[in-house]
């Protein structure tokens, strides 16, 4: 069992930056591969970045160049660093435990979720 608690979410304008907190505890944290995922009002939730065990990245198409995702194995915590914003980042954002296969495979293991609204 995974338990994770977001943070860092909140009101920027648009080109502003923000960085999202993931914390972990439960089990051992260097074992999983985690995601960042958002779901925006009347979509579907999407992976925006993922990092492996071994810290190899990758990121939406929407996000890259824009995104950081990190992690810290001797915080337990991984960490979303999202920079030029856009109305369109607008959603809630959640971390995820899971596991590398054909790209991110997530586990049934989610935060509560931090919202992130870009708006001026």
């Known amino acids: 069992q995974v338990q994770l608690v977001e943070s860092g979410g909140g009101l920027v304008q648009p080109g502003g930056s923000l960085r999202l907190s993931c914390a972990a505890s439960?089990?051992?944290?260097?074992?999983?591969?985690m995601g960042w995922y958002r779901q925006a009002p009347r979509k579907q939730r999407e992976l925006v970045a993922y990092?492996?065990?071994?810290?190899?990245?990758d990121y939406a198409d929407s996000v890259k160049g824009r995104f950081t995702i990190s992690r810290d194995n001797a915080k337990n915590t991984v960490y979303l660093q999202m920079s030029s914003l856009k109305p369109e980042d607008t959603a809630v954002y959640y971390c995820?435990?899971?596991?590398?296969?054909?790209?991110?495979?997530?586990?049934?293991?989610w935060g509560q979720g931090t919202q992130v609204t870009v708006s001026s």
């Open positions: 995820n435990a899971g596991q590398l296969g054909v790209g991110y495979v997530p586990y049934d293991y």
């Open positions: 439960g089990s051992i944290f260097s074992f999983y591969a």
């Open positions: 990092i492996s065990i071994d810290g190899r990245t």
